[in-house]
């Protein structure tokens, strides 16, 4: 279980647009905006976004990739969520689909953000379509 997440980004206004509209699509939205750091969830902030530093400390060089997974209520949402991300340009890394390998009922899709980390929608409480 993640109790939230972050991640920092090159340009932060170009990953709130992506992360707006993406987890829009999961019911989720921005909560708290800090001017540095975006925060996003239902309830409170899971997920957060802030520019990188660029003072020279071991978090001002590039980004490494890093793997997100969002959950999703169902195999809808990985799809619309697959499709908002792909109408920003996101780099596809798996179409919506059921993964067998990780368990029966999982269906998620996986994308690149404007960072290059790797963006998954995920559900895991319904049979695959």
Known sequence: MIDHLGINCSDLGVSA???DKVLAVLGSARIMDVG????YGVDKPDFWISRQPDDGGPASGPN?????AFSASSAEQV?????AACSL???VLHEPRHFPEYHDHYYGAFVR???GNNVEAVCHRVPPD
């Open 17 to 19: 647009a992506f992360y």
């Open 36 to 39: 540095v750091a975006i925060g």
């Open 64 to 68: 490494r990739e890093i793997h997100v």
């Open 79 to 83: 799809r619309e969520f697959f499709a």
């Open 89 to 91: 340009g996101a780099e």
């Open 113 to 115: 953000d404007p960072d």
